[in-house]
């Protein structure tokens, strides 16, 4: 071994002395003596011995690095996850404008709208499935056969989802348009139903001031003024006082109010058929009370009363007033004049009406916080419209009332409560009248009934 050793090293030595021969013979004789290291012993004697070069083994080449691991979450090199996720937004985008869209057009059906808008729809619901399909399961290391979609980069994809945000603008500002061209429209149509409205009333009120206008030798007023032409004006003023009434009773029953008692008080040897009929007590002090006054020319408020009045003078002005006073609103007539004669007129009545007969101070004065501050002015002005219509009669309308005990008379009666009066177990009777409910008039020669309640007891 250690011959082996020198000879090794001894050859090393000598190497920098030889001369150079070829590569060839140094390759050759390279083999040689490492033939003659392995195979003699160590006694054995080496003859012919020469200089041999012994040239290092070359350094290996590195090993190839290993190949990475196919990536199980991403088996398509071509597959990128940020593209995907930015189209299916921009897809849903998409979709829900065209939904949007279809229902847009099933608003007010429209055929070609509804099929396009659909198709719409269908071709970004069949977008949503390629790219459901694109997407390998979980655990899916390698899949042959699929086959990688056309998906647009992230900036294209924000592009799409902005113009689909503007898509969907754009309908929500053509339904917001429709709706207010169909308001528009509805507006016009209504202004000139308007107009016409106006036109009719403007004929109308050129027609009633060529009849009241008082032209010598034509009897224009004469024809105006007719007993049913106050037997109308007093109707409506009678269903006024009765819905004010009403109100009247309503309140009371509310606030826990007796109105048997209540009627007791204002007529105390009325009797009744039913005990709800005292209501028909309420409705005569209200009706008496507002009719108070009416057989005077200043309704009991003008300062001049008790002077004589020239009646062709006040025949002129009452029906002037009465015009006049039937075509503006009675709340706001209150209201620009708190001293005016019908302003005053309203205050009294109200006090009249409200605190004597039903409790002194209950519902307080008459002022706009009352909850009956607006039918009692209402009523009120047909009273005082029926007033002023009444004075512009030749001769003069006159009131008349019966009082209690009275026989009832089909000429200047009527009752109440409509029954068939004048016969009783087959014999000719003639009841007696328990209150008066509405006044009556004499228009001229005509009369018009007064309103009773008949005793049950007579």
Avoid at 159 to 174: A, E, G, K, M, Y
Wanted: glycine share 6%; net charge negative; hydrophobic share 40%.
């Amino acid at each position: 071994m250690l011959q082996k050793f020198a000879l090794a090293f001894k050859t090393k030595t000598i190497e920098f002395f030889a001369e150079e021969e070829e590569e060839e013979e140094d390759d050759n004789g390279s083999i040689r003596a490492v033939d003659d290291l392995v195979g003699p012993t160590a006694d054995a004697i080496i003859t012919d011995q020469r200089v041999v070069v012994l040239k290092p083994d070359p350094a290996p080449a590195p090993a190839p690095a290993p190949a990475p691991p196919p990536d199980v979450r991403n088996p398509n090199p071509s597959f990128d996850r940020d593209t995907l996720i930015s189209t299916l937004f921009a897809t849903l985008s998409s979709f829900e404008s065209a939904y949007l869209h279809v229902q847009t057009a099933h608003s007010r059906v429209l055929p070609s709208a509804l099929c396009s808008a659909d198709a719409g729809a269908v071709s970004h619901l069949r977008r949503l499935s390629d790219l459901k399909h694109s997407v390998p399961g979980p655990g899916c290391s390698s899949i042959p056969d699929l086959k990688p979609i056309d998906l647009n980069s992230c900036l294209q994809a924000q592009v799409l989802d902005n113009q689909n945000l503007l898509r969907s603008f754009d309908t929500v500002i053509n339904r917001l348009q429709a709706d207010i061209d169909r308001k528009d429209a509805e507006s016009a149509e209504l202004k000139l139903s308007l107009n016409e409205l106006e036109l009719i009333n403007e004929r109308l009120g050129a027609r009633l001031d060529r009849a009241c206008a008082p032209t010598p030798g034509e009897g224009n007023i004469e024809n105006l003024l007719s007993v049913s032409v106050f037997d109308s004006v007093l109707r409506d003023s009678c269903r006024i006082m009765h819905r004010f009434a009403k109100s009247l009773v309503d309140l009371m029953r509310r606030n826990g109010w007796d109105l048997f008692s209540v009627a007791k008080s204002i007529y105390p040897d009325a009797n009744y058929a039913k005990q709800g009929h005292c209501r028909y007590t309420i409705l005569s002090h209200v009706c008496l009370r507002m009719f108070d006054g009416f057989d005077s020319y200043g309704f009991a408020i003008r300062s001049d009363e008790e002077s004589e009045p020239d009646l062709l003078v006040s025949r002129d002005d009452s029906l002037r007033q009465f015009i006049e006073h039937s075509a503006v609103d009675p709340l706001e007539l209150v209201e620009a004049d708190p001293h005016s004669e019908f302003a005053q007129f309203c205050e009294r009545k109200y006090n009249k009406v409200i605190q004597p007969g039903t409790g002194s101070g209950f519902l307080g004065s008459f002022e706009p916080a009352s909850p009956l501050y607006e039918p009692f002015v209402a009523m009120a002005s047909s009273i005082w419209a029926l007033h002023l219509l009444a004075w512009a009669y030749d001769p003069a309308v006159e009131i008349f009332q019966v009082g209690h005990g009275r026989e009832f008379s089909v000429v200047y009666m009527e009752n109440i409560l409509r029954r068939k009066v004048g016969t009783l177990c087959g014999k000719v009777t003639r009841p007696k009248v328990g209150f008066t409910v509405v006044p009556g008039f004499r228009v001229g020669g005509t009369v018009v009934q007064c309103r009773v309640y008949l005793d049950p007891s007579s």
